[in-house]
């Protein structure tokens, strides 16, 4: 079992920056593909981000709108998986949830990860 606890969330305006952790329970994250997803409300949960395991190379993935203003990354000694978004626009607006799947490569469909967190509001003003 892997409990997963997401912080750092607030509000921002455009353009911004915040750094959404993930601290995961469990002697054995560095063998999880980490992911982070979000909601908004009325919608389905949406891929944002995933980081392969470290045995698989620890590699990273994005949904198109994320790249080059996300960055995804592991902390294994601390069991930490941290979001760093820059350059925040009023559309990422939503909640963001950290989600663990027991396999060391990434998927971007919500079902193929076993444990999420709560969820941590992001709300970018315009």
């Known amino acids: 079992q892997v409990q997963l606890v997401e912080s750092g969330g607030g509000l921002v305006q455009a353009g911004g920056s915040l750094r959404l952790s993930c601290a995961a329970s469990?002697?054995?994250?560095?063998?999880?593909?980490m992911g982070w997803f979000r909601q908004t409300p009325g919608k389905e949960r949406e891929f944002v981000a995933a980081i392969t395991s470290s045995w698989s190379g620890g590699g990273t993935y994005y949904k198109n709108s994320a790249k080059g203003r996300f960055a995804i990354s592991r902390d294994n000694a601390k069991n930490t998986v941290y979001l760093q978004m820059n350059s925040l626009k009023p559309e990422d607006t939503a909640v963001y949830y950290c989600a663990a799947r027991s396999a060391p490569t990434y998927v971007a469909y919500p079902y193929g990860y076993d444990y999420w967190g709560q969820g941590t509001q992001v709300t970018v003003s315009s």
């Open positions: 469990g002697r054995t994250f560095s063998s999880y593909a």
